[in-house]
């Protein structure tokens, strides 16, 4: 090897880490926390809208034809189709999951929006292009204005989505980082019940010569896209992206202002090695599919993935018209629609509390194990109660069902809701961080997509077998988090990757037999690989120029010292190797 040794010791350079809870910091992190209420007020203006009689008889005659059919036999004997099928409109499907496709394709460019012009540049272009969209929505004279107003509502939720836990993970203190990460998904679930009870008081407005209640619904959607706007125009960026952009010396002056403190040479340090060991990396993509990645790949792909097939938007997207389809009034079904929202902000206020003091896989498994149980208890019921001939299901099967889907939003918002962005935005190092958090934005977007366009098909297919068919895919998820992946409460995000080299699993994957011997030892120089190798496994020897001339933690986990770098860094070269796995 080009010359390095490494020195070891219980006691990584985070330990050196000062920092103090401050009020900039938590303001800083409120506003660009309000990029959830983008995504959260349109899942739940979506939801209700689209079960309002007045808009589905403007733009989706035909499930106005046979919603007011389903409405009015219902009081009258038997009725002629399944009420299941209520809803199968493929066209109605397509107008919810629009935005998703949009979202997806934004998300891929929001990977180099935040890395050449930062991630408060990003957010601010999110809340601008979310204010075309809600105008454009707004204001909808048919079909195609709606769904290109959809369109400019993806751009900014892709923007935001991708962009927002990235600053947050990137501004907040280690040991502060769930609890204030999570206040993007505490926004998200603020703007759902705004959302819901906005459509609970607009319902009725559709007398004629009035405004149309749906479109001051969707059109209050430019309030917290204002909201981020402007209040991004006020934030600092990230002192990692600031530094990584090659403004060095500003980036300082806003970590010792986050941290409050002018103590922060080791996360200075920590920060400028890792953005100069990702400058050495030209492939990013390659970087991120090489084995070195595959742990911190596989969650930036499979979470958004297990968040959406959890079944949760099942909820969000259609609880209104589920309730209409099990018999419900269009009062009563927004009415249960809020109250689900409800639930949501108060549980996610449970994560706040426990994800810095439990950790992220406890929470995960327990709410994972919540959701099975009520979604094997929905179907039963529904199986058991709901008469397809009638449309009637009695009312104590009908509360439970109600009280079930409060439970099983309650387990989610306190887990995969929140953990689904906390987690992705966090393992990885700078290197793939933007990019890794792109695709799983992206991940979420698809697989949402998916559930939009199609679940109100499965739920004509498969009817009461659509809770079975999410309540597998929780168990797989479930048996993931256990296994799979690593615990990472308390783990500075620029010492991540040495969490991978410890777990059971993935240090078979990402490490060689001979990498995982001089790991275990402490030592690289037994790899034959530089730094610079080791830390984006690039093909073929880099030379020690290519290595930034500073210590370094590589993916390994270890701090290696090139041969010329200056002596006063060998102190410094330790690894913690306490971290829970």
Same mark, same amino acid.
């Given at each position: 090897?080009?010359?390095?040794?490494?020195?070891?010791?219980?006691?990584?350079?985070?330990?050196?880490?000062?920092?103090?809870?401050?009020?900039?910091?938590?303001?800083?992190?409120?506003?660009?926390?309000?990029?959830?209420?983008?995504?959260?007020?349109?899942?739940?203006?979506?939801?209700g809208?689209?079960?309002m009689p007045n808009?589905?008889?403007?733009?989706?005659?035909?499930t106005?034809?046979?919603?007011?059919?389903?409405?009015?036999?219902i009081?009258?004997g038997?009725?002629?189709?399944?009420p299941y099928?209520?809803?199968n409109d493929?066209k109605?499907?397509?107008?919810?999951?629009?935005?998703?496709?949009?979202?997806?394709?934004?998300?891929?460019?929001?990977?180099?929006?935040?890395k050449?012009?930062g991630?408060?540049?990003?957010?601010?272009?999110a809340?601008?292009?979310?204010?075309?969209?809600?105008f454009?929505?707004?204001?909808a004279?048919?079909?195609?204005?709606?769904v290109v107003?959809?369109?400019?509502?993806?751009?900014?939720?892709?923007?935001?989505?991708?962009?927002?836990?990235l600053y947050?993970?990137?501004?907040?203190?280690?040991?502060l980082?769930g609890?204030l990460?999570?206040?993007?998904?505490?926004?998200?679930?603020?703007?759902?019940l705004?959302?819901?009870?906005?459509?609970?008081?607009?319902?009725?407005?559709?007398?004629?010569?009035?405004? =149309?209640?749906?479109?001051? $619904?969707?059109g209050? /959607? #430019? !309030?917290?896209?204002?909201?981020?706007?402007?209040?991004? +125009?006020?934030?600092?960026?990230?002192?990692?992206?600031?530094?990584?952009?090659?403004?060095?010396q500003e980036?300082?002056?806003v970590l010792?202002r986050?941290?409050?403190?002018k103590?922060?040479?080791?996360?200075?340090?920590?920060?400028?090695?890792?953005?100069?060991?990702?400058k050495?990396?030209?492939?990013?993509w390659?970087?991120?599919?090489?084995?070195?990645?595959?742990?911190?790949?596989?969650?930036?792909?499979?979470?958004?993935?297990f968040?959406?097939?959890?079944?949760?938007?099942?909820?969000?997207?259609?609880?209104?018209e589920?309730?209409?389809?099990?018999?419900s009034?269009?009062?009563?079904?927004?009415l249960?629609?809020?109250?689900?929202? =409800?639930v949501?902000v108060? $549980?996610?206020?449970v /994560? #706040? !509390?426990?994800?810095?003091?439990?950790?992220?896989?406890? +929470?995960?498994?327990?709410?994972?194990?919540?959701?099975?149980?009520?979604?094997i208890?929905?179907?039963?019921?529904?199986?058991?109660?709901?008469?397809?001939?009638t449309g009637h299901?009695?009312?104590?099967?009908?509360?439970?069902?109600i009280?079930?889907?409060?439970?099983?939003?309650?387990?989610?918002?306190?887990?995969?809701?929140?953990?689904?962005w906390?987690?992705p935005?966090?393992?990885h190092?700078?290197?793939?961080?933007?990019?890794?958090?792109?695709?799983?934005?992206?991940s979420n977007?698809?697989?949402?997509?998916?559930?939009?366009?199609?679940?109100?098909?499965?739920?004509?297919s498969?009817?009461?077998?659509?809770?079975?068919?999410?309540a597998f895919?929780v168990?797989?998820?479930?048996?993931?988090v #256990?296994?799979f992946?690593?615990?990472t409460?308390g783990?500075p995000?620029?010492?991540?990757?040495?969490i991978?080299?410890?777990?059971w699993?993935?240090?078979?994957?990402?490490m060689?037999?001979a990498?995982?011997?001089?790991?275990?030892?402490g030592d690289?120089?037994?790899?034959?690989?530089?730094a610079?190798?080791?830390?984006?496994d690039?093909p073929?020897?880099?030379s020690?120029?290519?290595?930034?001339?500073?210590?370094?933690?590589?993916?390994?986990?270890?701090?290696?010292?090139?041969?010329?770098a200056?002596?006063?860094?060998?102190?410094?070269?330790?690894?913690?190797?306490?971290?829970?796995?």
């Amino acid at each position: 090897m080009g010359g390095g040794l490494v020195v070891t010791a219980t006691g990584g350079r985070s330990t050196d880490y000062n920092s103090k809870p401050t009020v900039y910091v938590f303001v800083l992190c409120l506003v660009a926390s309000s990029a959830g209420a983008l995504f959260g007020y349109d899942l739940g203006i979506t939801g209700g809208v689209t079960s309002m009689p007045n808009f589905l008889e403007k733009f989706f005659p035909s499930t106005y034809a046979k919603n007011q059919e389903h409405q009015a036999l219902i009081d009258g004997g038997e009725i002629a189709n399944n009420p299941y099928c209520t809803y199968n409109d493929m066209k109605l499907q397509a107008f919810t999951s629009t935005l998703f496709l949009s979202g997806l394709v934004f998300a891929i460019i929001a990977n180099w929006s935040t890395k050449w012009y930062g991630r408060r540049f990003t957010m601010i272009t999110a809340g601008a292009a979310f204010i075309v969209g809600a105008f454009l929505m707004a204001f909808a004279q048919n079909l195609p204005m709606l769904v290109v107003g959809r369109a400019f509502l993806g751009w900014g939720v892709g923007f935001a989505n991708q962009s927002a836990p990235l600053y947050l993970s990137e501004m907040a203190p280690a040991q502060l980082r769930g609890a204030l990460n999570i206040g993007f998904q505490m926004a998200t679930t603020l703007g759902i019940l705004v959302a819901g009870l906005i459509n609970y008081g607009t319902q009725h407005m559709d007398k004629p010569g009035q405004l =149309a209640g749906w479109r001051l $619904s969707v059109g209050l /959607a #430019i !309030v917290p896209a204002l909201v981020l706007f402007f209040g991004g +125009l006020l934030l600092p960026d990230t002192p990692n992206g600031l530094i990584s952009r090659g403004k060095v010396q500003e980036g300082r002056r806003v970590l010792e202002r986050v941290r409050g403190t002018k103590s922060v040479d080791a996360e200075f340090t920590d920060i400028c090695e890792a953005v100069e060991v990702s400058k050495a990396i030209s492939g990013k993509w390659r970087a991120l599919f090489s084995k070195k990645y595959r742990g911190v790949l596989a969650v930036s792909v499979l979470i958004p993935f297990f968040q959406q097939f959890s079944g949760i938007n099942t909820i969000m997207f259609y609880a209104a018209e589920l309730f209409q389809v099990l018999g419900s009034g269009q009062n009563s079904s927004l009415l249960n629609t809020v109250i689900i929202g =409800a639930v949501n902000v108060a $549980s996610t206020v449970v /994560a #706040i !509390v426990m994800v810095d003091r439990f950790g992220r896989k406890l +929470l995960f498994v327990e709410g994972g194990i919540q959701m099975l149980v009520c979604f094997i208890a929905v179907a039963a019921i529904m199986g058991a109660s709901f008469n397809t001939q009638t449309g009637h299901i009695a009312n104590g099967p009908a509360a439970a069902i109600i009280v079930f889907e409060c439970l099983f939003t309650a387990g989610f918002a306190w887990s995969w809701g929140p953990l689904g962005w906390l987690v992705p935005s966090e393992v990885h190092s700078i290197e793939t961080r933007s990019l890794g958090m792109s695709i799983a934005t992206c991940s979420n977007f698809l697989f949402s997509f998916i559930i939009g366009q199609w679940y109100l098909t499965m739920l004509c297919s498969m009817e009461y077998g659509t809770y079975i068919f999410f309540a597998f895919w929780v168990v797989m998820m479930t048996l993931y988090v #256990i296994f799979f992946l690593p615990e990472t409460k308390g783990v500075p995000v620029e010492e991540m990757g040495f969490i991978w080299r410890r777990h059971w699993f993935w240090k078979n994957v990402i490490m060689t037999p001979a990498e995982r011997a001089a790991f275990e030892k402490g030592d690289v120089t037994a790899t034959g690989m530089t730094a610079a190798e080791i830390e984006g496994d690039l093909p073929g020897k880099a030379s020690d120029a290519a290595v930034p001339q500073v210590a370094r933690l590589s993916m390994a986990g270890e701090y290696v010292k090139p041969a010329n770098a200056p002596e006063a860094l060998g102190a410094v070269n330790t690894i913690n190797t306490d971290y829970k796995v």
